[in-house]
């Protein structure tokens, strides 16, 4: 039996691309945010009949008969991983390992796809391209699905071919509708081979128009969660595609591109960059492109399945090179399996060059081996770099033994940590995602606060905040550092203990819809002593509204400690303002401070209370405490 028609050499291929994946996969310990991502839902409906409670594109969860359930992971990409997740997730947990598995497993059905519609050969090509093997062990790009299915579509495309049944064709347009849902931009390729095929297309729909009638069907069936949140999203999926724009020229876009697909027939930036690995040799793109351009004209010119299949592959990647959406290169690899069919049969439409064709072969088989040794080896000296670390897990540990998380969440401050957390977790570490900011308050209300690492931040604005309110703050806090094994810090966890506490006595109003806090025209809180060595200044934030100001004239403000006042000034202009006095000697125990005004709005017909001004904060100077409003509120 000839290798081109062994299905045993159809199995050695898919067991190769096990192996390879499998060594990557239990080479890392941790998840990447986006990685994460694709299997939250697994995690939440585990657990819960609610939705989930982290941040989601509006209108991808739904509920009915009191249970919520997700459509889509984001605008564009559909929830199938996670329903495929979710039952290996409840027998074996929500490891990393698990994922994984999940994910080669379904990949792996690409190349056995591939393999049926063009052969071995292609099957073994595809399963050994380390940018292949890498997007679908590490799926932060949503390749996982879109790959497997688009492995499904070739499995039974073929099967149809071989016996053609309504059955089968009803199989094939599941296939093609499955794809549609778990990546929205499937419907390029679709386009690609309806294009590429259109008279074989013309042909089948007159001659079996009931297996036409079939495959849509199949199609509508296994794509309806992708419909239903078009109508409840009023287009959500297409709202995403004007949210994002590519800079630059077209001259500049199509050259980035081309050089994007090169490396991607080897070793995409991502594969490299999750142990932190330089770039590619020049020569080894320019290899791969140079043969890929020469059979991928050879099969052009030499038509039949081969021309189809380079005219679908060249149609898709033209809707990539020529789109003004951003493209990454991970958006190449989930046609390599078509890249992979293109190079068997356009060599083998091409006998006579069958020399060149295997010596190229065998270049290209030293190429990628080097890569996967390379990935193997330096995997398991970094344990993975930067947003790959394994050192999530070690954060994991560290945040599930502790038992009581101050004020109730794990407040994050950069993006790629609570995704990984909460599904690593299974779902038991509280977090909130806070880029805000009023970091005074929540600092003297304690908590706990994570952010990546120096080296590995990503928006550096609220940490940099965050920071600097620590330091005025005067609480001496050290952050528990979590390590790579490079030695550089993946994440800092700060353990910010509440402050001692500002009471506030009396002349404060409630805090209203807006969390804003008025005063009447006499307030007083309780201060209890400042830490050793902190001076004893008191500090009070205040918000001085323009629509005060201009009803009242400027306003004066005094303060006492007891009978003797400590400080007095007069506030002309509206804004923020800060009020600072000294007492005249240490106190060993609580201090009440009395603040006065000169004047106030009184009660009028609009608001029945007598209004002062707005505080945000009292407390000693460097450790404010919370007085619970905010600046920047309107008059009533």
């Known amino acids: 039996m000839k290798i081109e028609n062994s299905p045993w050499a159809l199995v050695c291929a898919v067991l190769v691309y096990w192996a390879l994946a499998s060594a990557q996969a239990l080479r890392i310990e941790g998840l990447q945010y986006d990685e994460a991502l694709m299997v939250l839902g697994s995690v939440q409906m585990r657990h819960s009949r609610d939705i989930l409670p982290l941040p989601q594109d509006p209108h991808t969860w739904t509920c009915a008969f009191g249970r919520c359930f997700p459509l889509m992971t984001v605008r564009y990409v559909g929830a199938f991983k996670e329903y495929l997740t979710l039952p290996v997730m409840a027998l074996f947990g929500s490891g990393p390992e698990v994922v994984r598995l999940v994910s080669i497993a379904w990949a792996s059905l690409a190349v056995w796809g591939v393999g049926r519609f063009a052969g071995p050969f292609a099957a073994l090509l595809l399963a050994i391209c380390p940018a292949f093997v890498d997007q679908t062990v590490f799926d932060n790009g949503a390749v996982v699905g879109w790959a497997g299915a688009l492995g499904l579509c070739l499995v039974t495309k073929c099967r149809y071919g071989e016996s053609p049944t309504g059955r089968r064709a009803l199989a094939f347009g599941a296939a093609v509708g499955l794809g549609l849902w778990c990546r929205a931009n499937f419907a390029w390729l679709i386009i690609a081979v309806c294009v590429a095929a259109a008279p074989s297309a013309i042909r089948w729909v007159r001659r079996s128009p009931r297996h036409v009638l079939a495959a849509v069907g199949g199609a509508i069936v296994t794509s309806l969660p992708f419909w239903i949140y078009q109508i409840i999203s009023r287009g959500g999926t297409f709202d995403a595609v004007g949210m994002f724009r590519a800079e630059g020229g077209w001259r500049h876009l199509l050259g980035e591109r081309f050089w994007m697909f090169a490396r991607v027939l080897i070793s995409d930036l991502e594969h490299r960059a999750i142990w932190s690995a330089g770039d590619l040799p020049l020569w080894q793109p320019a290899f791969c492109a140079g043969i890929f351009v020469a059979v991928f004209a050879t099969s052009i010119a030499k038509g039949g399945l081969a021309r189809q299949a380079a005219m679908t592959l060249g149609i898709f990647y033209l809707f990539l090179l020529s789109s003004r959406l951003p493209v990454a290169e991970h958006h190449f690899v989930p046609a390599l399996p078509i890249a ?218 005094t303060a006492k400690a007891g009978n003797k006042t400590i400080g007095t000034r007069t506030f002309a202009e509206a804004g923020e303002m800060v009020f600072e006095a000294p007492l005249p000697s240490a106190s060993i125990g609580p201090v009440r401070v009395d603040f006065h005004l000169d004047k106030a709005l009184p009660p009028g017909a609009e608001d029945s209370r007598e209004l002062g001004l707005i505080v945000k904060s009292v407390g000693w100077r460097g450790g404010l405490e919370q007085g619970g409003s905010q600046p920047g509120s309107p008059l009533p």
């Open 340 to 557: 992979a069919a293109v190079m068997i049969l356009g060599a083998r439409s091409l006998p006579q060059a069958r020399l060149l064709w295997v010596g190229s072969a065998f270049v290209y088989v030293a190429i990628a081996g080097y890569w996967h040794w390379a990935a193997w080896r330096g995997l398991g000296h970094t344990g993975g770099a930067g947003q790959w670390s394994g050192a999530i897990v070690r954060v994991k540990d560290h945040l599930l033994a502790i038992k009581d998380v101050p004020g109730g969440k794990v407040r994050i401050l950069d993006w790629g940590l609570q995704n990984n957390l909460f599904v690593l977790s299974d779902s038991r570490i509280p977090t909130v995602e806070d880029f805000g900011a009023d970091w005074d308050a929540k600092i003297a209300s304690g908590g706990m606060f994570l952010t990546n690492g120096p080296a590995n931040t990503f928006y550096s604005a609220a940490r940099d905040s965050f920071l600097e309110s620590l330091a005025q703050s005067g609480k001496s806090v050290a952050p528990v550092r979590f390590l790579q094994k490079s030695g550089e810090v993946y994440a800092e966890l700060w353990e910010v203990p509440p402050g001692e506490g500002t009471r506030l006595l009396e002349g404060f109003h409630g805090v209203e819809a807006g969390g804003w806090r008025w005063t009447q025209k006499h307030f007083a809180v309780q201060l209890l002593p400042p830490p050793r060595g902190q001076p004893h200044w008191v500090r009070a934030a205040l918000y001085f509204p323009d629509a005060l100001i201009r009803r009242t004239g400027p306003i004066t403000l």
